[in-house]
């Protein structure tokens, strides 16, 4: 049985750091594209980092340079570590499993992954 659990998100304030895990079960985690999406109220969820190699990871413009994907494949999990967050980084976020060839699109895409977690909170607040 496949599953992704998330956990580490919280409530910060602006400048904070947070560290997001997502345990991942049933899967062979190195021969998939991992990523993490968010979703604020009202908005629509939008991809925020993928990985699948330690050479091929891609992020949203909005997040490069504060934040870190990665992914332990002996633990099956993977982390998204947050730096610097600002108030527009609250949303929910998510942990998302996908074809091993999709981290090769040109954008983070929500159609490419056909797994999905519950998702962990994270506020920033001013």
């Known amino acids: 049985q496949v599953q992704l659990v998330e956990s580490g998100g919280g409530s910060v304030q602006a400048g904070g750091s947070l560290r997001l895990s997502c345990a991942a079960a049933?899967?062979?985690?190195?021969?998939?594209?991992m990523a993490w999406f968010r979703q604020a109220p009202g908005k629509e969820r939008e991809g925020v980092a993928q990985?699948?190699?330690?050479?091929?990871?891609r992020y949203a413009d909005s997040v490069k340079g504060r934040f870190t994907i990665s992914k332990d494949n002996a633990e099956n999990t993977l982390y998204l570590q947050m730096n610097s967050l600002k108030p527009e980084d609250t949303a929910m976020y998510y942990c998302a499993a996908g074809g091993y060839w999709n981290c090769y699109s040109d954008s983070i895409i929500e159609a490419d992954f056909t797994d999905w977690g519950q998702g962990t909170q994270v506020t920033v607040s001013s």
């Open positions: 049933g899967y062979w985690f190195s021969r998939n594209c």
């Open positions: 990985v699948n190699t330690d050479r091929n990871i």
